[in-house]
């Protein structure tokens, strides 16, 4: 994510005009990179490392062994030369066990870079000595006068600047110009850099026209903008100099280049321009680059300034800490005076905290005072609840009762009547069949089971799918059809009201005691919720209270 933004910074970033706030944000895009630079390392050798699993396939040629190790040459260049320089010889000898001269010189000749990269100045010497001798294809001369110019460029720099390495350096440059094609990234490039000495403003044209066919944010736009930023330092535009080389630092940071100019320049501007912060933190990193990488000649050529920063950043801190010293010891004083003022207010706060205290304990009494008179109205209540629900029930109850009282009295007259004229007629066999048949006990019982039901159902309309309802899936009483309720539903119709008693159920329901007690075992199994509450439940069906 952070790496998207930075990018997108970059495409805009030349669309804007230039100015302080421009180069601010720049800057801030560069300190916040700079902190994601070991995560780009750890993105490069993520992506070296996945190369390297390629070689080992064991059904691999040798030619293409040849093409992964001059790939992990090019990400090693400027990363690590001593791995690099490993590859690259491992190609020679792949090169001279195939007979492929030009493959041979070409990577002897990358190998002569690598040396003059890491200070191996007689390495590399002889090899572009011995090279001298042979006929080079066309093809090679560019990159054959590119590794001599290389040699004295870094051998100048690792032996202070001197005039003969410079003349040499000058002599390559040209031979580079000649040797490439002219619309060349690196011809224009070196033609781009040899102008910064006699006309820097010719030199920054050529370099921003070739930097608008670079796609942003590669290796090779680092280094142009890094040459667009010197053709700066030489018309004395030092806003645009920065702008370059942090576009430059950017750049390098994101493709993990450890071989840069940038950010060494951006540390010298830095502290001549009084920073030593970010002075101090670009050229801490350019030598933690220089290091890693082993390239020679940038540590060498970083390492005076570096000390000088150094020295200078060491010094600052000593001052800050001095100052800090002396801040301490004024807060010091002023907290001592402070703990002064606060014992004098504590002294007074105390006996206002005591106050606050006993507030606090009378407000606690007062608060469950309250919770306790709350709890029993709402005892109060439930009970004013159940003894409306049974004087209800009772109230209906009563009514049922008389009337089913004078109906089983008028229906025992009848029987009596019935009785009487078999006796007096002399009708035996019939009154004694009448008198052995259940008939009428059946009847009777259903019509009593029938009232039950309907006067119960009357009052808890809801009791059938609400009893079925604490039963699990699957486990629901159905009641037969024409009939309002079963046995079971009975059972639990009579604990509903109050008849807890298993002796009692089973009378009026005409069944042992036994068959009750099996028949609420079995359905406090079937209950959803534990079987030990099942029952509580069946009580508050239908409950004004719920």
């Known amino acids: 994510m952070i790496k998207q933004y930075l990018l997108a910074i970059l495409l805009l970033f030349p669309l804007c005009a230039s100015g302080e706030n421009d180069l601010k944000t720049l800057s801030d895009s560069l300190n916040a990179i700079l902190e994601q630079k070991q995560y780009y390392v750890a993105l490069k050798e993520k992506q070296i490392e996945s ?44 090169a001279v066990a195939l007979g492929k001269e030009h493959a041979e010189y070409d990577s002897c000749l990358k190998l002569s870079l690598l040396y003059s990269m890491c200070g191996k100045y007689r390495e590399a010497e002889e090899i572009l000595k011995r090279l001298q001798t042979i006929k080079l294809p066309a093809d090679l001369k ?29 002599i390559y440059q040209d031979s580079i110009l000649t040797a490439s094609l002219p619309t060349s990234v690196n011809a224009r490039l070196e033609q781009g850099f040899r102008l910064m000495e006699t006309n820097p403003e010719k030199a920054e044209k050529l370099l921003t026209n070739l930097l608008a066919t670079e796609q942003v944010g590669t290796p090779e736009y680092a280094m142009i903008t890094c040459g667009i930023a010197y053709a700066y330092r030489g018309l004395g535009n030092r806003e645009e100099e920065k702008k370059y080389f942090m576009l430059s630092a950017i750049a390098d940071i994101q493709n993990a280049t450890r071989e840069t100019v940038s950010l ?32 020679h000649f940038r540590a060498l050529q970083m390492h005076p300034f570096y000390s000088i920063i150094n020295s200078a950043y060491k010094t600052e801190q000593t001052k ?10 004024v807060v010091c004083l002023l907290a001592g005076a402070l703990a002064i003022l606060v014992c004098l207010t504590y002294k007074q706060m105390r006996k206002t905290l005591r106050m606050k205290e006993e507030l606090t304990q009378s407000n606690d009494k007062l608060k469950e005072l309250s919770r306790s008179l709350k709890e029993t109205n709402q005892m109060l209540n439930g009970r004013n609840q159940q003894l409306q ?7 209906r109850y009563i009514a049922q009762f008389f009337d089913l009282c004078s109906n089983y009295i008028d229906k025992m007259g009848q029987y009596q009547n019935e009785i009487y004229k078999l006796a007096i007629n002399r009708h035996y066999e019939t009154l004694i069949k009448q008198t052995k048949s259940t008939t009428v006990i059946d009847k009777e019982l259903n019509s009593l ?19 079925n309802e604490l039963l699990r899936e699957g486990e629901q009483i159905t009641p037969k059809a024409g009939s309002l309720m ?9 604990l509903r009201l109050g008849i807890n008693d298993s002796g009692k159920i089973a ?9 009750i007690y099996n028949t609420r075992t079995k359905l406090r199994n079937k209950a959803r919720c534990p079987r030990d509450e099942f029952e509580d439940q069946v009580l508050q069906i239908g409950s004004t209270s719920e």
């Open 142 to 170: 560019a990159a054959y006068y590119n590794a001599y110019y290389r040699f004295w460029e870094y051998y100048a720099i690792s032996t202070g600047n001197t005039p003969y390495a410079r003349q040499q350096c000058r």
């Open 449 to 467: 089971y029938e009232h039950f039901d309907s006067i119960f159902l009357n009052l808890y309309p809801t009791f059938v799918t609400d009893f």
């Open 320 to 329: 800050v800490r001095t100052n800090l010293t002396i801040y301490l010891t």
């Open 264 to 295: 060494q320049s951006l540390a010298m501007i830095a502290y001549q321009e009084n920073n030593l912060d970010q002075a101090f933190r670009f050229s801490q990193s350019a030598i933690e680059d220089a290091a890693a990488s082993g390239i």
């Open 51 to 94: 190369i390297k699993q390629t070689l080992k396939d064991s059904t691999l040629s040798i030619g293409e062994e040849y093409e992964i190790n001059a790939t992990l040459y090019e990400k090693y260049q400027k990363f690590n030369t001593d791995s690099a320089a490993r590859y690259i010889q491992r190609n020679i000898e792949i």
């Open 389 to 395: 629900e049974i004087n209800t029930i009772k109230e």
């Open 486 to 494: 079963n046995k079971e539903l009975r059972i639990y119709a009579l």
């Open 507 to 515: 009378s009026f329901l005409r069944c042992s005691v036994s068959t």
